[in-house]
Nanobody, 121 residues
Framework: QVQLVESGGGLVQPGGSLRLHCAAS????????MGWYRQAPGKQRELVAA???????NYADAVKGRFTISRDNAKNAVYLQMNSLKPEDTAVYYC???????????????WGQGTQVTVSS
């Protein structure tokens, strides 16, 4: 089994910063892309940022220049540094990982349980 666990969410004032952390654990053979999505109330889940194992990044236009994604391949971990936060960044943030499990030998996308980020004064 594979689990993704996020941490680092919370309440922050506009203009503030937060750092999200996600760690994948379990029967992992290899990890391809890892990324972050978010879902605000009444809206669809959307991509925030993604990072391939080769280092290619992809950011949503709304967060370019403010958010930075990084990963530690040895730890199967991905991070999201969020600066200059705005009220419209308020959402539940989900981590995902495209990986091959060593128990099923299949390539699957796994999701974390989500962490709440609230930007408000």
């Amino acid at each position: 089994q594979v689990q993704l666990v996020e941490s680092g969410g919370g309440l922050v004032q506009p203009g503030g910063s937060l750092r999200l952390h996600c760690a994948a654990s379990g029967s992992i053979f290899s990890t391809n892309a890892m990324g972050w999505y978010r879902q605000a109330p009444g809206k669809q889940r959307e991509l925030v940022a993604a990072l391939t194992s080769g280092g290619t990044t992809n950011y949503a236009d709304a967060v370019k220049g403010r958010f930075t994604i990084s990963r530690d391949n040895a730890k199967n971990a991905v991070y999201l540094q969020m600066n200059s936060l705005k009220p419209e960044d308020t959402a539940v943030y989900y981590c995902n990982a495209d990986l091959v499990s060593s128990s099923s030998w299949s390539r699957t996308v796994y999701w974390g349980q989500g962490t709440q980020v609230t930007v408000s004064s």
